[in-house]
């Protein structure tokens, strides 16, 4: 399991519980629970919290989701943790977990989050030479503009900065 | 285009329109398509060609693989921007005279989609004769729209195209 | 490129679009230099387009590197600005050989989230429509692989099922592929008769046709030869490299979603879990396979048992109400216009929910932010994890093997691009 000092909050989400650490520690903590048998890294993602009024406060823009998986228990857990900066770092498991490779490239591709340590950290999704990372909230959603819908300014135009 | 070349000089008589007609007849009878098959639509695009629908029996017995031996470039699925600049090589590759079907909502006009990630609509980087709307569109709806095609070619007989 | 100097990325030799490619003058074992080719993202065989840039000792595989992204759609990015209802419908396309397991997916992470359970008679109908698409989504494969290693009568065979299943789908939903049936709180509309006397001819007449298809491959000497012992996964491999599906039960590990982490009521089916301990493609044919002929038993049970009731919760805040209420009450007339223009929201939060598509894991995890928009929608794909492991498959094999190894891990490129 992950140490206790390691865990900055932890709770359940709809049945699954999770757990909350700093961004340093990641690779400690999910080295810890791939020894504890959790061996399956189901997937990898980020969610991007800019304007986003469901807390008051959010401990980073950037919210990297990893959930893991034992195969024999069928436990599951997701560890969090809150990043900033830009271009906000942390550590690559793809050393711990294989399918982490592709993950953190697409991570890096769409919000352009750096993965130190990862062996080949370039887009995957997008052209080489796309500017901008697509899934933040910033990024607008682009395409064509629809003439005479209400909605066209929440397409085209970037929402509002918190 | 030597037969096209070979009209010009015989002039406008009813020796070039006899011959107009059996040029189109032949080349409206044999459109081969180039299998250009991305998305969804290209599940029906196999489909046509299927025992159930059979689009061999309107003379696209042969869907070639390389563009140097085809007529007809059916775009089927949703072109992203990394896509579309082998898409307009792979069309300038076909030799004259060459057709293009749109087939499906994704590829006439970017579809259920209208982001930042897909060509809005294939038109943008090639001519295009027939679209086809639906997603996906019926087999049918594909060979409704080769026999359009087939009228249009028949009609054009070798008058050059602009 | 920028990028090109942040920290942690080692310099592989990287030419023009960020491709690595081996350097000239690496030597290969017949003393030639290696050779890079490209199997284009325009290619009859590779199931997509999807582009592998290879690099060859005379006719063998030494090196291998998917370059994908030529299919993305940016569906999660599109699911941001759609609400809550209208997010179905883009994940019909994503695996779109699967349209029911997407939806699916997506329907228990905001079930899930919603707290709710739709009725035993919606779970039914979702089973019969996913086991449906798994014989579907197969059929693809197998026709195409088929076709692919020169058999082109299995195109025509699997095809002309297909068919039948489309007409199905189109029975019930209106659509032959995207139904968009499957949706959070219940499902699109009940089955009609017309359908489910459709589906039981259909399970009585699919074990006889996937007899006619073993018959034509399974003990075919140049189908045998070009299947066995080609693109070998071992059982270990395959759990590190995160496979899911046929490509890690074709290894022999007996994981299926639907008895290890069952959903939909996939508990009270009695069937068993397709495994193979070959791990070559060969192996792969054959839990596909016997997968469809127990797609078909569960459809004959889920048919048999079928259970009466509604097809919906009875939430007017999710699911509009029907349509002969809009006449009677003021209420159902809010409740509709209020859904139709503005969706309905659902509390904060976070969920992940799996299913087992014909593929593999296909989860979806849904992040709300109490809007009747979705702050994030994120798609586990089965497909893009599975092809992660084709080096380590193709590694040593020839070039002609690359079309069945390609094919044996069935990926379907909209999964892999989203």
């Known amino acids: 399991m992950i140490a206790d000092s390691l865990i900055v909050e932890k709770g359940v989400s709809a049945g699954d519980a999770w757990v909350s650490v700093a961004p340093d520690s990641i690779h400690t903590a999910l080295s810890g629970l791939r020894d504890d048998g959790f061996r399956l890294l189901v997937f990898l993602t980020c969610v991007d919290h800019l304007a986003d009024s469901s807390k008051p406060t959010w401990p980073g823009r950037y919210e990297l989701v990893y959930q893991l998986r034992n195969m024999e228990t069928r436990e599951q857990i997701r560890v969090r943790t809150f990043l900033d900066g830009d271009p906000p770092r942390i550590d690559s498991v793809h050393d711990l977990f294989p399918p982490a490779n592709w993950d953190e490239r697409e991570t890096y591709d769409m919000f352009g989050v750096v993965f130190t340590n990862h062996p080949d950290l370039t887009r995957i999704l997008m052209p080489d030479d796309w500017v901008g990372h697509p899934l933040r909230r910033d990024y607008p959603v682009g395409g064509e503009v629809v003439e005479f819908s209400e909605e066209h300014e929440v397409w085209q135009t970037p929402p509002p900065r918190a | ?162 | ?418």
């Open chain 2, 1 to 162: 285009m030597g037969v096209e070349a070979l009209a010009e000089s015989l002039g406008q008589n009813v020796l070039t329109t006899t011959l107009g007609k059996l040029i189109g007849w032949g080349r409206g009878n044999s459109v081969w398509p180039l299998q250009f098959g991305l998305a969804c639509c290209a599940i029906e695009m196999i489909h046509t060609a299927t025992a159930g629908v059979d689009i061999a029996r309107f003379g696209s017995e042969a869907m070639r693989a390389s563009p140097r031996q085809a007529d007809m470039m059916i775009v089927s699925g949703r072109v992203s921007q990394k896509m579309a600049p082998i898409l307009r090589t792979i069309y300038d590759q076909m030799p004259e005279p060459k057709w293009v079907i749109s087939m499906g909502a994704c590829a006439s006009t970017g579809g259920v989609f209208n982001n930042y990630a897909l060509l809005q609509g294939v038109d943008k980087i090639v001519p295009v004769d027939v679209y086809i709307p639906g997603c996906p569109p019926r087999p049918e709806d594909l060979l409704n729209a080769l026999m359009i095609l087939q009228e249009r070619i028949k009609a054009q007989g070798i008058t050059p195209r602009q």
């Open chain 3, 1 to 418: 490129m920028a990028d090109a100097t942040a920290e942690g990325m080692t310099d592989t030799g990287t030419i023009g679009q960020g491709v690595t490619v081996s350097r000239t003058g690496e030597q290969g074992a017949f003393g030639g230099e290696l050779l890079t080719i490209n199997f284009g993202p325009h290619h009859p065989s590779t199931h997509g387009v999807l582009r592998l840039i290879v690099d060859l000792d005379g006719e063998q595989v030494r090196r291998l590197k998917p370059v994908i992204g030529y299919l993305h759609t940016g569906i999660e990015k599109q699911a941001e600005a759609l609400r809550w209802q209208q997010v179905v419908v883009v994940t019909d396309r994503h695996d779109y050989l699967s349209p029911p397991f997407n939806n699916l997916s997506y329907a228990l992470a905001v079930e899930k989230l919603l707290g709710v359970d739709v009725p035993p008679r919606a779970d039914a109908l979702r089973v019969i429509m996913c086991e449906l698409t798994r014989i579907s989504s197969h059929l693809v494969w197998l026709g195409t692989s088929g076709i692919e290693l020169g058999a082109s009568t299995m195109l025509m065979y699997c095809f002309r099922e297909r068919d039948t299943i489309l007409d199905m789908n189109e029975e019930i939903s209106g659509f032959r592929m995207h139904t968009s049936f499957i949706r959070p709180g219940g499902v699109l509309a009940d089955a009609t008769p017309r359908f489910l006397d459709m589906l039981d001819r259909f399970c009585n007449a699919m074990p006889a046709n996937i007899d006619e298809y073993e018959a034509l491959l399974t003990m075919n000497p140049i189908f045998r030869s070009r299947t066995i012992g080609i693109g070998r996964l071992p059982a270990e491999d395959a759990k590190v490299l995160g496979a899911t599906g046929p490509m890690l039960r074709g290894s022999g590990v007996a994981w299926d979603l639907r008895k290890s982490m069952p959903y939909s009521g996939y508990e009270n089916y009695d069937f068993e879990i397709a495994t193979s301990d070959l791990s070559d493609c060969y192996g792969r044919y054959l839990v596909r396979i016997k997968e469809m002929r127990e797609s078909v038993k569960i459809l004959r049970q889920a048919l048999d048992r079928l259970p009466d009731g509604p097809v919906n919760i009875d939430d007017r805040k999710v699911l509009p109400p029907p349509r002969e209420e809009l006449e009677t009450s003021m209420e159902a007339v809010i409740h509709h216009f209020k859904l139709f223009t503005e969706g309905y929201t659902v509390p904060v939060g976070d969920a992940y929910a799996a299913v087992e598509s014909g593929r593999g894991e296909n989860g979806c995890y849904v992040v709300s932010d109490g809007t009747h928009k979705p702050r994030r929608v994120k798609f586990r794909a089965a497909s893009f994890v599975n092809l992660q492991p084709l080096e380590r498959m193709a590694l040593n094999h020839m070039v002609a093997d690359m079309v069945a190894i390609i094919g044996t891990a069935d990926t379907v490129l909209g999964d892999v691009d989203r």
